[in-house]
């Protein structure tokens, strides 16, 4: 077997534009692991907002969570690994967001925080099927008070106004964070130690997998670190120009089976 690990985005890679995946890929997915392949998911989502997708496509083992801040593993929910964010930079970059008037929530645990919920707090826990907590208090000063070491903070804004909040924050913060987007509507912070790439590194290195015998398929800017990682990087067609121009080749769209498609005909070879 030429490619012994694949790593895959979840949303609008995996899932389609219903937010489910195929037979197909499931049979995909199964046939890979079959022949001693391992497939690993690697997303920005909470690790309790993925494990039931992992769990339906009959994947055991790692799976890569808040855009390589945890590794988990599937069966048991255990964290393998996390990587938190300082309580001190967290509570800068949460009281910038806060002087701009941009919602955002943080992460901890399996639960995310919010100051006060509101439509978009609800709307995303249902979509996400996880649980969020509320605290009464300006996050900066949650975090502060109490030395809280967030796993990730995401900012939700228009989708005109996404690249330049992730413009401004890189400008401040880069010394510490990495900023991107997953969707035209979300800013996603996370250290700069923390990756999909990094994450997916140090999952290959633990089962003595070559990088020339890594795949990797996403869509967006959060995928960016593992494209430039892999040996061989698939972007699918519906993917965001920064995605890709880091691939080494476009796959079909998610909505056309693209996981798929990189798993028979490279995967399986």
Same mark, same amino acid.
């Given at each position: 077997?030429?490619?012994? *690990?694949?790593?895959?985005? +979840? /949303?609008? !890679?995996?899932? %389609? ?30 690790? @309790? ?15 890569? !969570?808040?855009? =390589?801040?945890?590794?988990? @593993?599937?069966?048991? =929910?255990?964290?393998? @690994? ?18 701009? =008037? ?7 645990? #399996?639960?995310?925080?919010? /100051? ?11 979509? +996400?099927?996880? !649980?969020?907590? $509320?605290?009464?208090?300006? *996050?900066? /000063? ?8 967030? *796993? ?5 804004? #228009? ?11 890189? $400008? ?28 997916? $590194? ?5 089962? %003595? ?6 795949? +990797?398929?996403? @869509?967006?800017? %959060? /995928? ?29 769209? %998610?909505?056309? #089976? =693209? ?8 995967? *399986?070879?």
């Amino acid at each position: 077997m030429k490619y012994k *690990l694949i790593a895959a985005d +979840c /949303d609008d !890679t995996i899932l %389609n534009s219903s937010y489910t995946y195929s037979q197909r890929l499931k049979k995909a997915i199964q046939r890979y692991v079959d022949k001693g392949g391992k497939f690993v998911i690697a997303t920005g989502r909470m690790t @309790d907002g993925i494990l039931h997708y992992c769990r339906d496509l009959g994947l055991h083992g790692e799976v890569i !969570t808040y855009q =390589g801040a945890v590794t988990a @593993d599937i069966d048991s =929910g255990k964290i393998l @690994d996390m990587n938190t964010i300082s309580y001190e930079e967290a509570a800068k970059v949460a009281a910038y967001l806060e002087n701009k =008037g941009v919602y955002f929530h943080l992460y901890l645990g #399996d639960v995310f925080i919010v /100051d006060k919920a509101t439509e978009r707090t609800i709307g995303y826990a249902e979509f +996400c099927k996880v !649980t969020y907590r $509320e605290v009464h208090e300006k *996050l900066s /000063d949650f975090i502060t008070h109490n030395e809280i070491c967030p *796993l990730k903070l995401m900012a939700f804004v #228009d989708p005109e106004d996404t690249f330049p909040l992730i413009h401004e924050l890189s $400008e401040h913060f880069s010394h510490y964070f990495i900023i991107n987007s997953s969707k035209n509507f979300m800013v996603e912070i996370v250290p700069n130690t923390v990756s999909k790439g990094f994450a997916v $590194e140090k999952l290959a290195k633990k089962y %003595n997998i070559k990088r020339q015998e890594v795949i +990797c398929i996403g @869509d967006s800017g %959060n /995928d960016v670190s593992m494209l430039k990682y892999a040996g061989l990087s698939f972007a699918v067609s519906n993917g965001t120009k920064e995605a890709i121009d880091a691939a080494d080749m476009i796959a079909p769209s %998610n909505d056309e #089976d =693209g996981v798929a498609y990189v798993i028979e005909e490279y995967g *399986l070879i």
